[in-house]
């Protein structure tokens, strides 16, 4: 099971972190991504990282922006979200895979609950 939490309402220009807590043993040895869905738009591909944590790829839309990075021993995964935009206002979904990150929703099999992130100009 994985959790997302950390979203909100905040103003452009500003800083979230979203957390990933996920349950179980097998944490370590999946690979993880971060995807987000706008309203009425289809869920598209942020962020994925490696089970290590040293290979880590991103959409051009957050390339710079944003940092996904994680923590093996709380099995937890994390996205810093920096300079936040209005056009980065959607539903933030954590996901995992066996073995390694991909940038296509429809590879991965365990996804969270999804957390709001809502960015005003």
């Known amino acids: 099971e994985l959790v997302e939490s950390g979203g909100g309402l905040v103003q452009a220009g500003v800083s979230l972190r979203l957390s990933c807590a996920a349950s179980?043993?097998?944490?370590?040895?999946?690979?993880m991504g971060w995807f987000r869905q706008a309203p009425g738009k289809e869920r598209m591909f942020v962020a994925a990282?490696?089970?290590?944590?040293?290979?880590?790829y991103y959409a051009d839309s957050v390339k710079g922006r944003f940092t996904i990075s994680r923590d093996n021993a709380k099995n937890t995964g994390y996205l810093q979200m920096n300079s936040l935009k209005p056009e980065d206002t959607a539903v933030y979904y954590c996901?995992?895979?066996?073995?390694?990150?991909?940038?296509?929703?429809?590879?991965?099999?365990?996804w969270g609950q999804g957390t709001q992130v809502t960015v005003s100009s």
């Open positions: 996901a995992v895979r066996f073995p390694d990150y991909s940038d296509n929703r429809d590879d991965y099999d365990t």
């Open positions: 179980g043993p097998t944490f370590s040895s999946y690979a």
């Open positions: 990282i490696n089970w290590s944590g040293r290979s880590t």
